[in-house]
């Protein structure tokens, strides 16, 4: 049985309500809009809208429940009108249709079938997106007393505060603390977006003479993040430690050869393993599930045993950058369309089918009017599609 799930529903501009799931998320966004009928009492026909944290909080149209976890926030949207605009259904055709004949794969493009988002309550990490304005958090009592009156004389007459070395260092243990919330490297222009959010939220901390307020918050909190990662690979972090000299290639043990860092989208990169498990249970796991994905009716417990070793599974393709051919003969479970799209979630916490057709949708009328200028014998394929689907 799910555990119990929480959700805020907004009902209007000065309305919301608290709604419990105690066998957790209906399984259907369907299921979803008729229980919050149900329970807030509803009578009218009406949509629903998530408040999505990779875009500033902002509310796009839900599509899957797999975009909702506990206490997500969700609002009520009453339909006065037609629903799906014709651009839409027609990109998604085309989508279809180049897929179907472009790759061996297509199966994967218009199956619609999601994978439940049930997390393991062994979790290998629980890292979040890094957000699209940064939250400087809440420091020490002193240190906050400080900044409060900093700030108080900041607006009365302009005075900066110069930090004493106890100040600085707060601060700077705060920010590398919530910064590992979301991920352990950081680049240059997240370091940007920090010494933004510092000096907006405490405007005392601005440096005089600086460009931008911040020039020397910047190196000092690089360094003090750079510390920390010592301290982490001490600890046995493996996000750290498969950058440790000792992980190197023979020859070329450099500390600047080779770092291996999460790109954009990839918030699990490289998550511990759970408590009690190692190398060589984990394998035991991966060698039954050979056999396991050859049994019938049995795609609850490969997902099970999929979720189970997504850790070590990670750390094969961070550490021993395999080949696919090579992946493919140890892991032939994730190569299904079901498991490629829980392991991209797992990997970036984004539903990968969802997302793909929500992003469709909103941008089919651009797609449509590229496909409309493409020429030559792709460009005849895309018009007599067009014309087939406007009929």
């Known amino acids: 049985m799910d555990p119990p799930t929480i959700l805020k529903v907004i009902l209007g501009d000065n309305s919301s309500q608290r709604l419990t799931f ?64 014709q651009s839409s259904t027609s990109a998604a055709s085309l989508c279809s249709h180049v897929t179907e004949e472009s790759t061996s794969v297509s199966d994967g493009c218009v199956d619609t079938d999601i994978l439940s988002s049930t997390e393991s309550s062994e979790s290998p990490s629980s890292r979040s997106f890094w ?21 108080v004389a900041y607006r009365e007459n302009g005075t900066l505060l110069i930090p004493d070395p106890k100040l600085k260092s ?36 601005t440096e005089k003479g600086s460009l931008t307020g911040y020039a020397g918050w910047k190196p000092s909190l690089k360094n003090k993040l750079a510390i920390y990662h010592t301290h982490l690979r001490k600890l046995g972090c493996p996000e750290v430690m498969i950058n440790s000299l000792k992980h190197k290639p023979e ?31 984990f394998e035991r796991v991966r060698v039954e599930l050979l056999s396991d994905v050859k049994k019938r009716n049995n795609r609850e417990v490969v997902k099970m045993k999929m979720e189970k070793t997504f850790a070590y599974r990670r750390y094969e393709v961070v550490c021993d950058t395999p080949m696919i051919k090579d992946f493919q003969a140890r892991w032939p479970a994730l190569f299904e369309t079901s498991e490629i799209n829980a392991e991209f979630k797992r990997i970036t916490t984004v539903p990968l089918q969802s997302r793909f057709f929500s992003q469709l949708d909103v941008l089919s009328d651009k797609l449509l009017k590229l496909f409309e200028k493409r020429g030559g014998q792709i460009g005849k394929h895309l018009q007599s599609i067009l014309a087939h689907d406007s009929k």
């Not at 902002?58 to 009520?76: A, G, H, K, P, W």
């Not at 957000?131 to 700030?151: R, T």
């Not at 919530?178 to 959010?197: H, L, M, P, S």
């Open 22 to 85: 105690q066998n957790g998320l209906p399984g259907s966004v369907n299921e979803l809009v008729d229980e919050v009928q149900r329970q807030c009492g509803l009578d009218s026909d009406f949509r629903l809208q998530f408040m999505d944290a990779l875009f500033g909080n902002e509310f796009m149209n839900l599509t899957s429940v797999d975009e909702m976890q506990n206490r997500s926030t969700i609002r009520v949207i009453p339909l006065t009108g037609a629903s799906t605009p």
């Open 131 to 151: 957000p699209s304005i940064f939250h400087v958090p809440q420091f020490s009592y002193d240190a906050e007393l400080k900044l409060k009156q900093g700030n």
């Open 170 to 205: 707060n601060i700077l243990e705060g920010l590398v603390q919530e910064i590992v919330r979301y991920k352990v490297y950081v680049t240059d222009k997240q370091f940007n977006t920090i010494g933004e959010a510092l000096i907006s939220k405490h405007p005392c901390l």
């Open 251 to 281: 020859g070329k043990t450099s500390p600047a050869f080779g770092i291996k860092r999460p790109r954009w989208s990839e918030v699990n990169y490289c998550p511990p393993y759970p408590t009690g498990e190692s190398d060589a249970s």
